[in-house]
């Protein structure tokens, strides 16, 4: 099955800084990458999905770029603001199936 | 709010009970999949319903059984319930079924075994 590894699995940033998480995946037919925001208590919110035809995608300050040859993805936010603190999810998807990474404990310092 | 509910929102059960919880998907979505998150093992596919059929399998284990109904709304059973089984189950839904669909969660039933 798809192997989704994420990296780091905590960040500290200070307010108005940029955060960039990095996921890889092993299988070369994963054909969709969405990231989601864990909040607590509440469940993944989908925040932004790039398609393997696509090496990059913007929506405001949240980017994402996609390498299929190196099978890695990152996730870039910009101008970080308290509330992007929360737990960000990268996942893989293959055959019906979403696979996802570890996590990352985003941390915006004021 | 994206539209999936999922109720209750706790349960709280012994060892060897059964237990069902339940999903509405967001209104037009014709697939559901239900997840678990624990401390563990992360985030889990379990199971995927399109239009009332299954369509995909993950780790589910043979105590857990899904359905979706006509209505589309879905139901996760889990019996023989074992210590191990409390965690975050999410149901997430789509449009289609799929792998390269954009799935919305909704926020959890939090299952806790004593």
């Known amino acids: 099955g798809e192997n989704v590894e994420q990296h780091p699995s905590t960040l500290s940033v200070q307010e108005g800084d940029s955060a960039v998480i990095k996921c890889t995946y092993s299988?070369?037919?994963?054909?969709?990458f969405p990231w989601y925001k864990q909040e607590l208590g509440k469940g993944p919110q989908l925040i932004i999905d790039?398609?393997?035809?696509?090496g990059e995608k913007k929506d405001q300050r949240i980017a994402v770029t996609l390498n299929k040859t190196a099978k890695h993805f990152s996730l870039h936010i910009t101008e970080t603001q308290p509330e992007d603190s929360a737990v960000y999810f990268c996942?893989?998807?293959?055959?019906?199936?979403?696979?996802f990474g570890a996590g990352t404990t985003v941390t915006v310092r004021a | 709010d994206s539209g999936v509910t999922q109720t209750p929102k706790h349960l709280i059960t012994a060892t060897g009970q059964r237990v069902t919880l339940r999903c509405s998907p967001r209104?037009?979505?014709?697939?559901v999949y239900w997840y678990q998150q624990s401390l563990d093992q992360g985030l889990q596919f379990l199971i995927q319903?399109?239009?009332?059929?299954?369509?995909a399998k993950g780790n589910i284990l043979e105590r857990f059984s899904a359905q979706q109904f006509p209505d589309l709304h879905s139901e996760l059973n889990l019996s023989s319930l074992e210590l191990g089984d409390s965690a975050l189950y999410f149901c997430?839904?789509?449009?289609?079924?799929?792998?390269?669909?954009?799935?919305?969660f909704g926020d959890g039933t939090r299952l806790s075994i004593l």
């Open positions: 997430a839904s789509s449009v289609a079924p799929g792998g390269n669909q954009p799935q919305h």
């Open positions: 299988d070369s037919a994963s054909n969709y």
């Open positions: 790039i398609r393997s035809n696509v």
């Open positions: 996942a893989a998807s293959i055959d019906y199936k979403l696979s």
């Open positions: 209104s037009g979505d014709l697939s």
């Open positions: 319903y399109y239009n009332g059929e299954e369509r």
